[in-house]
């Protein structure tokens, strides 16, 4: 099998993998409300830890973060082209973005996106993990967490690997996952964001 048709097939694989909602299975699981009829309705490990209880938050951080981990580990061990290993890592952040199974409408990407760097560079991985955690942990917003730490996301990846495909890549990464806090950054402009220590 040639290096290309590989690739793609494990970029299909890496999408539908990063499909998995893993904050309605969960909820689903374990009785809990649905996450996307409260709060912001989002999918994603802030609003369910609102909506449904840390037990499911922390299951939905783990499995959205360990499937982009997942994805980005194997492509970091080397049977795949460079180029190929980091769309496929953009793929799992593409399925969890626009998740094939809820018609698009996906969450907003931060701890698949987190996950996906620390699988393929663990070193880049833990100091995006730290800017997160370090900036939520001041500020007390989530958002503002995740958008410092994909801001930086390129001008980390670069001074990290000098390496051109790989930055391009981590600009792409933030402009996605950017975009998808646009409501959030309005809201933190107009000082009406919840913080964590709100429930809603």
Avoid at 6 to 24: E, N, R
Avoid at 35 to 52: D, H, K, L
Avoid at 105 to 116: D, E, P, S
Avoid at 186 to 198: C, H
């Amino acid at each position: 099998m040639s290096p290309e048709i590989l690739g793609l097939f494990f970029c299909f694989g890496a999408y539908v993998l990063g499909s998995i909602p893993f904050g309605l299975v969960f909820s689903h699981l374990l009785g809990a409300p649905d996450p996307r009829q409260a709060g912001s309705g989002n999918i994603g490990f802030t609003n369910v830890i609102r909506v449904c209880g840390k037990k499911v938050g922390f299951l939905t951080l783990a499995g959205d973060l360990g499937k982009g981990w997942l994805v980005g580990w194997l492509a970091g061990l080397e049977f795949l082209p460079t180029l190929w290993a980091l769309l496929a890592v953009l793929s799992v952040v593409l399925g969890h973005l626009f998740p094939i199974f809820l018609k698009l409408h996906g969450g907003k990407g931060v701890a698949t996106g987190l996950g996906g760097i620390l699988g393929i560079h663990f070193p880049m991985g833990l100091v995006l993990v730290a800017i997160w955690v370090g900036t939520v942990g001041i500020w007390r917003y989530s958002s503002g967490g995740a958008l410092m730490a994909f801001g930086a996301l390129p001008v980390v990846s670069w001074f990290m690997t000098v390496d051109l495909q790989f930055t391009l890549f981590s600009l792409v990464v933030s402009i996605l996952v950017i975009g998808k806090h646009k409501g959030n950054i309005v809201r933190l402009l107009n000082g009406t964001e919840p913080s964590i220590d709100r429930s809603s």
